[in-house]
């Protein structure tokens, strides 16, 4: 089988997770930074997971780096904006469902998509890209549809390109610009993997199966609906509608970060050559492990 190389695009943030003592510890994690960091455990040694962000050039963007360095992701489409630094994220928690602040003021991760020229290169020869509905909603217009143009063309170069809808009203003017920016990203995708709990209330959406049909006939090859502990329903051009029920979990202790392994999980199944129905299960398998522990970067089994 031959290697593979993966790329995934967004925001790294410092985490500050709760201990049971109620003190923090200190990670980093953000959403499409955790596909890739699960992704590296999972796909073989030598196919390449990096990351494409921008950080800045502070002693905790050093930090950063070798953090991600460290966990065997590349991090040559990381660029370093002077006078910038990374932005920081602080879970709260309330039966394990979480709930987040946030301080992101002088991310340069919000500059990430400026230099067209880089994001070209970054990309280039990548065989799959993934991005995220936060990716989007830190970029101002210009560099928003800058990157989106970039990813239009290494798709028409036989990239494949997943995207994860991941609404988060909050960093959005308003739910019309976001569903707006999301449809049109969605466009440009061939995988898409949004979560039922945000796209049904956002869209209308009165099934799983309705968001299927509206991002397939928006060009998508390939939707994984997820629906939090419930049914998953999916569809591909070569299998049709697949449903996968997961195995409940019991103990429930963090959400952070179920559907960016989930993600992770069905993608690396995919790219090895899993069925459909085989790569729901590996995504909810890895899905599981994460959310039995706190914080977002968790070792998984298998």
Known sequence: MRKHQILTIGECMVEMAPRQDE??????AGDS???????RQLLPGDDQVGYCS??????ISNAMLAFMQAAGISTHAVRRIPNRTVGLYMIELANGERSFSYWRGESAAKLLAEDRTFLSEAVAGQDLVLFSG???????????????NVLGEARARGTTIAFDPN????????????????????KLADIVLPSFDE???N???ASPQATIERYIAGGAKCVVVKNGPDRIHAFSEEEGHVVFDPVPVDAVVDTTAAGDSFNAGFLAARLTGSAMVEALAKGAS????????????VAIEG
């Open 23 to 28: 003190a923090y510890n200190r990670n980093f």
């Open 33 to 39: 930074f955790n596909t890739a960091w699960y992704l």
């Open 54 to 59: 921008a950080v800045g050039t502070d002693g």
């Open 134 to 148: 936060i990716t989007l909603a830190i970029l101002s217009e210009t560099h928003r549809q800058q990157l989106l």
């Open 167 to 186: 609404m988060r009203l909050r960093l959005w003017p308003d739910q019309q610009t976001m569903c707006r920016a999301v449809s049109d990203a969605a």
């Open 199 to 201: 796209d049904g209330p």
């Open 203 to 205: 869209y209308q959406d």
């Open 286 to 297: 890895v899905s599981a492990q994460v959310i039995k522990s706190r914080g977002a970067l």
